[in-house]
């Protein structure tokens, strides 16, 4: 299982349409958690953090 959390700054339409396009692009990667908070320095936009999770494959390790 690979992790990853995305944090910026972005309005409720460019967060959709980002998760839109992940769900749509890999059936591996899911969201696991989604913040969105208030961002004082724009009204037009959202502090976002977004955490995603990823299901790798299994590795075959060679002995040497």
Do not use: M
Request: with cysteine.
């Amino acid at each position: 299982l690979c992790v990853a959390e995305i944090r910026g700054s972005a309005s409720y339409r460019q967060t959709r349409d980002f998760l839109a396009a992940i769900e749509a692009d890999n059936p591996y990667i899911h969201v696991s958690s989604l913040t969105l908070a208030a961002n004082p320095r724009s009204v037009k936009s959202h502090r976002v953090i977004i955490r995603l999770e990823c299901i790798s494959a299994p590795v075959k390790i060679n002995s040497l």
